[in-house]
């Protein structure tokens, strides 16, 4: 496999396809250049030959390429100055597709190990989101579900989005995130979060215990040596749901987190929370009561649960992206073809690339 500029794997039969276009360029030059009067020269178009070869080839071919110029060059200062061996004009000539070639020799050579590297970056990130942030199984007991995360910069896979689900006997409870701030800082706080709600999701009876045990799971991790400048500073919004298999009401609280949105029959509904809890890891300055509310999820309902990345995306006009008016009327039942709907509605709004990570889930309760 060769590569492109861009350092994306290019066929090898293209590749080598391609490598006849400079070369048939070099022949026609050095044939027209013998042909032609004394005064006309169309040697110095030569160098068109390896300075487009990069764009298909590697430094192999590159080097190959500028060779065969280089003796185009010397057979054409041969036949057209019998008398001697070349002029001052075509060694200058030679020079420079010397120089020329050897210049993007080099750059073909760094642009691999460039595209090397850029190659494992991209697997150690999908590595780390396969560990931190693995996608949800289709099946949760009674329900489907899909997953889907968007990250801004196509090279980190992963930011400080979160979600996760954890069964229980009775149900499933998910939750929803977003770290403040991007980096690995924020990898780390929402890779400490999903750690502690899978710890604790089936451990703490009622779901305000569970967020209560999460918010002072985040604050234990700021009171560690060295991160108390961030006390007050780093906190993750959230939303937790408790969904349970036999009874139609989800329980919720809400942690300064974009509400869930139920479709039913194509009508979107965005559950307010009517008395929010401030964001996880400010509860040693707030002292927060965590308030349970509930909302309908019956069968054949369709729950969205979804980071601010999604609902602040911006089009070229400054517009956020109208989410609860682009759900409505959508038909669609299958959870992953629902979210690449989704996606592709967003990237069309936003003109293909988004400022911030996002990240989705969708929980169909099938209908009986």
Same mark, same amino acid.
């Given at each position: 496999?060769?590569?492109?500029?861009? *350092?994306? @794997? &290019?066929?090898?039969?293209?590749?080598? $396809? !391609?490598?006849? /276009?400079?070369?048939?360029? %070099?022949? +026609?030059?050095?044939?027209?250049?013998?042909?032609?009067?004394?005064?006309?020269?169309?040697?110095?178009?030569?160098?068109?030959?390896?300075?487009?070869?990069?764009?298909? *080839?590697? @430094? &192999?071919?590159?080097?190959?390429?500028? $060779? !065969?110029?280089? /003796?185009?060059?010397?057979? %054409?200062? +041969?036949?057209?100055?019998?008398?001697?061996?070349?002029?001052?004009?075509?060694?200058?000539?030679?020079?420079?597709?010397?120089?020329?070639?050897?210049?993007?020799?080099?750059?073909?050579?760094?642009?691999?190990?460039?595209?090397?590297? !850029?190659?494992?970056?991209?697997?150690?990130?999908?590595?780390?989101?396969?560990?931190?942030?693995?996608?949800?199984?289709?099946?949760?007991?009674?329900?489907?579900?899909?997953?889907?995360?968007?990250?801004?910069?196509?090279?980190?896979?992963?930011?400080?989005?979160?979600?996760?689900?954890?069964?229980?006997?009775?149900?499933?409870?998910?939750?929803?995130?977003?770290?403040?701030?991007?980096?690995?800082?924020?990898?780390?706080?929402?890779?400490?979060?999903?750690?502690?709600?899978?710890?604790?999701?089936?451990?703490?009876?009622?779901?305000?215990?569970?967020?209560?045990?999460?918010?002072?799971?985040?604050?234990?991790?700021?009171?560690?040596?060295?991160?108390?400048?961030?006390?007050?500073?780093?906190?993750?919004?959230?939303?937790?749901?408790?969904?349970?298999?036999?009874?139609?009401?989800?329980?919720?609280?809400?942690?300064?987190?974009?509400?869930?949105?139920?479709?039913?029959?194509?009508?979107?509904?965005?559950?307010?929370?009517?008395?929010?809890?401030?964001?996880?890891?400010?509860?040693?300055?707030?002292?927060?009561?965590?308030?349970?509310?509930?909302?309908?999820?019956?069968?054949?309902?369709?729950?969205?649960?979804?980071?601010?990345?999604?609902?602040?995306?911006?089009?070229?006009?400054?517009?956020?992206?109208?989410?609860?008016?682009?759900?409505?009327?959508?038909?669609?039942?299958?959870?992953?073809?629902?979210?690449?709907?989704?996606?592709?509605?967003?990237?069309?709004?936003?003109?293909?690339?988004?400022?911030?990570?996002?990240?989705?889930?969708?929980?169909?309760?099938?209908?009986?």
């Amino acid at each position: 496999m060769s590569q492109g500029f861009d *350092g994306s @794997p &290019r066929p090898l039969r293209t590749s080598r $396809a !391609l490598i006849a /276009i400079p070369i048939a360029w %070099i022949i +026609v030059v050095c044939v027209v250049d013998v042909l032609a009067p004394p005064h006309i020269h169309l040697g110095p178009l030569l160098v068109a030959a390896p300075a487009i070869t990069p764009s298909f *080839g590697g @430094p &192999r071919t590159v080097g190959l390429v500028a $060779a !065969l110029a280089v /003796i185009a060059q010397t057979v %054409i200062g +041969v036949l057209r100055d019998p008398d001697e061996l070349l002029s001052a004009n075509h060694e200058a000539q030679v020079i420079a597709l010397l120089l020329v070639g050897a210049s993007l020799v080099i750059f073909c050579v760094l642009r691999e190990r460039r595209a090397k590297e !850029l190659t494992q970056v991209r697997y150690v990130s999908e590595a780390a989101q396969r560990v931190v942030l693995p996608p949800l199984p289709g099946r949760l007991g009674p329900l489907r579900a899909a997953s889907l995360y968007l990250a801004a910069e196509a090279e980190a896979r992963i930011g400080g989005d979160l979600y996760a689900v954890a069964r229980t006997t009775s149900g499933t409870r998910v939750i929803v995130g977003d770290v403040r701030g991007k980096g690995m800082t924020a990898v780390s706080d929402a890779a400490l979060l999903l750690g502690a709600f899978r710890v604790a999701a089936h451990r703490q009876a009622s779901l305000d215990e569970l967020v209560a045990y999460l918010d002072r799971s985040v604050c234990w991790d700021l009171m560690e040596p060295g991160e108390t400048g961030l006390y007050g500073e780093t906190f993750i919004t959230a939303t937790v749901l408790d969904i349970p298999d036999r009874d139609d009401r989800v329980q919720m609280v809400s942690c300064g987190h974009p509400p869930p949105i139920v479709l039913r029959e194509g009508l979107p509904m965005t559950m307010n929370a009517l008395r929010p809890a401030p964001p996880l890891g400010l509860g040693e300055l707030t002292d927060p009561s965590y308030h349970v509310e509930s909302f309908q999820f019956v069968p054949g309902d369709l729950l969205l649960l979804y980071t601010d990345g999604v609902t602040e995306a911006r089009d070229s006009a400054g517009t956020f992206y109208p989410l609860a008016e682009r759900l409505t009327g959508w038909t669609e039942r299958d959870p992953d073809a629902f979210l690449g709907n989704l996606r592709s509605d967003l990237l069309h709004h936003v003109g293909g690339h988004l400022d911030d990570d996002a990240a989705m889930i969708l929980i169909e309760r099938p209908a009986v």
